[in-house]
C-alpha cells in the first residue's frame, strides 16, 4: 500500500527542537522528492522546503533557513524533519508528502500530519 | 516568493449548484499550479496538477483552467461530499506557495 505513515504529537517547550518523521512504503523511495508543509490553527498551509531522496539536495523556505533541516533514511525509508528554538508560532500540524523540486504533479500523497504544540 | 490568493475566502451553496474557485499568482506560473481539497480534521489531498489535470480517482466534477496567473477550480455539481477547505499551490519556482484556502460550505 502506499503510503506516508508520520510520527505521533508532540509537546515541547519554547527553545527547544522537534523531530518530526515519515515513514514511506509502496513505491521506490529514491525515486523521489519530499516535502513538509505545516498548518497552524485556523490557518492555511505553509511550504517548508522539500529534500531529494536520491540525492539529499534540499530547498529550504526561506523564513525558516537556519532552523529547519530534512534528512532521508535511504535504509529504512524515513524522512526526517528538525526544526530547533521553538516559538509558540511553530504550534501547528506538520504534513509530509511525496514530491517536490521539479515534480510534474507537485506533490500526489500526504502524510496524516503531526501535531506539535509549543507551551511552556 | 510568488504569492498566491485565492477568492472567495468562504462559498456557500446549495448541493447541484456550480461553484467557482478563484487563485491568482502575483507573478506568472505557466500552468505549474495544483489544488488540493482539505476535509475537516484531515490531510489535504491532491485533486489537480499542471492546472488542468484530474488527479486519479478524482470524480469528474471536478475541473481546473487557467495558465499565467489566473487559475479556477470549478465543481460542477456541489454534492454534500464536497464540504472542505480547497488550497491552490504554485510549484513553478523552487520556492512553493500556497493560497490562504477557500473554505465551501452547503447552504
Known amino acids: 500500500q502506499v503510503l506516508l505513515l508520520q510520527s505521533g504529537a508532540e509537546v515541547k517547550k519554547p527553545g527547544a527542537s522537534v523531530n518530526v518523521s515519515c515513514q514511506a512504503s509502496g513505491f521506490t523511495f529514491t525515486e523521489y522528492h519530499f516535502t513538509w508543509v505545516r498548518q497552524a490553527p485556523g490557518e492555511g498551509l505553509e511550504w517548508m522546503g522539500w529534500?531529494?531522496?536520491?540525492?539529499?539536495?534540499?530547498k529550504y523556505a526561506q523564513k525558516l533557513q537556519g532552523r529547519v533541516t530534512m534528512t532521508t533514511d535511504t535504509s529504512t525509508n524515513i524522512v526526517y524533519m528538525e526544526l530547533t528554538s521553538l516559538t509558540f508560532d511553530d504550534t501547528a500540524v506538520y504534513y509530509c508528502a511525496r514530491g517536490g523540486g521539479s515534480s510534474p504533479k507537485g506533490v500526489d500523497l500526504w502524510g496524516q500530519g503531526t501535531l506539535v504544540t509549543v507551551s511552556s | 516568493d510568488v504569492q498566491m490568493t485565492q477568492s472567495p475566502s468562504t462559498l456557500s451553496a446549495s448541493v447541484g449548484d456550480r461553484v467557482t474557485i478563484t487563485c491568482r499568482a502575483s507573478q506568472t506560473i505557466g500552468s505549474w499550479l495544483a489544488w488540493h481539497q482539505q476535509k475537516p480534521g484531515k490531510a489535504p489531498k491532491l485533486l489537480i496538477y499542471?492546472?488542468?489535470t484530474l488527479e486519479s480517482g478524482v470524480p469528474s466534477r471536478f475541473s481546473g483552467s487557467g495558465s499565467g496567473t489566473d487559475f479556477t477550480l470549478t465543481i460542477s455539481s456541489l454534492q454534500p461530499d464536497d464540504v472542505a477547505t480547497y488550497h491552490c499551490?504554485?510549484?513553478?519556482?523552487?520556492?512553493?506557495?500556497f493560497g490562504q484556502g477557500t473554505k465551501v460550505e452547503i447552504k
Open positions: 529534500i531529494s531522496a536520491y540525492n539529499g539536495n534540499t
Open positions: 499551490q504554485q510549484y513553478n519556482t523552487e520556492s512553493w506557495t
Open positions: 499542471k492546472a488542468s
